[in-house]
């Protein structure tokens, strides 16, 4: 199975158009067994890694999940890091930008949500909701802000935001975090046939929304803040990563070489104890095993 992570990965890059990354690999469905044994071998392996990540607390890690509705954040999330210890990880969800959250900086919440040393977050949408839902819905012209801050072109405006956010990752590599972005680029059509069967089944009703449906009519000014999103914030200590979403269990295995990748290059270590403190590890154990034996209930 050849697969090169590289081939998705964005480090920056001017005029950025999505229509040049796949939203499939269109690969045979027989294949399907195979690609799901490599998902299981990597879920092992990143769960490893995870574990020593938190015994060591040196690096902590920020995944940053964003895509179209329908494209598969809480299926990939469930079905790639399911079987961390939960005590490692931290699911966080971004919604559209409550009045709270407006009457802040744009990244003060993004603060809260930073995970410890040690531990992974996964922010189910994020910060770029800034430039996404509040671009195409044009809800920064509404912020109760000094004229200066809004006084200006919709470009200048969200070139400012994307300079924030540069600033906002580099900051957030300067001080011990990993971040790995990843968009899911699913496509106007797999995404109506989703939409569809959540009508149809009805054990899927609740998953769907009319607002899904007016956010679709909004599909090319979506693609278009992407694209410029994508190709303004992406940096070679925080890279992007355009995976297709058509077709889930390749997604699943591709966002889990994605994780893997970064996890092995942390290359986080047990932590090794001191020659005194191993001694009294040694003093214990003596005494565990040559004291009194504990009483077992019948």
């Known amino acids: 199975m050849g697969i090169d992570i590289r081939d998705f990965m964005v ?6 158009k999505l ?22 071998a990597n879920k092992a392996r990143i769960e490893a890694l995870q574990d020593r990540l938190y015994a060591e607390a040196r690096e902590s890690l920020v995944i ?5 509705d329908a494209a598969g954040k809480d299926s990939t999330i469930r079905h790639v890091l399911g079987g961390i210890n939960p005590t490692g990880i931290d699911v966080r969800s971004f919604k559209q ?6 009457a802040h900086g744009f990244l003060w919440r993004s ?14 949408r994020s910060y770029y909701e800034e430039s996404l839902v509040v671009r195409v819905h044009g ?9 200066r801050c809004t006084d ?3 470009r200048r405006y969200f070139q400012e935001r994307f300079e924030d956010i540069r600033g906002f990752e580099r900051y957030l590599w300067r001080t011990g975090n990993r971040i790995v972005k990843i968009f899911l680029n699913v496509s106007a059509d797999k995404q109506r046939e ?20 007016s956010e679709r009519m909004e599909w090319d000014e979506y693609q278009k803040a992407y694209e410029e999103m994508i190709g303004a914030t992406a940096t070679e200590h925080a890279p992007w990563f355009v995976i297709p979403a058509d077709q889930k269990w390749v997604t699943r295995v591709l966002v889990s070489e994605v994780l893997l990748d970064v996890l092995e290059k942390i290359d986080p270590r047990y932590p090794e104890l001191p020659h005194e403190a191993r001694e009294r590890l040694s003093t214990c154990r003596e005494a565990l095993t040559d004291g009194p034996a504990a009483e077992v209930d019948d």
């Not at 480090?11 to 950025?16: A, D, Q």
């Not at 809800?139 to 004229?147: E, G, I």
């Open 11 to 16: 480090t920056g890059e001017k005029n950025l």
């Open 19 to 40: 229509e040049k990354f796949p939203t499939s690999l269109k690969l045979d469905s027989e294949l399907r067994p195979e690609y799901e044994q490599r998902l299981e």
């Open 64 to 68: 940053v999940l964003q895509a179209m």
């Open 97 to 102: 930008p409550t009045s709270v959250d407006r």
């Open 111 to 124: 603060f809260g949500a930073l995970p410890e040393r040690g531990k992974i977050a996964v922010f189910n």
């Open 139 to 147: 809800l920064w012209r509404d912020y109760q802000l000094p004229c």
């Open 152 to 154: 200006m072109s919709e």
């Open 194 to 213: 989703r939409f569809l069967e959540r009508i149809d089944d009805e054990s899927k009703n609740w998953k769907f929304s009319e607002s899904d449906l």
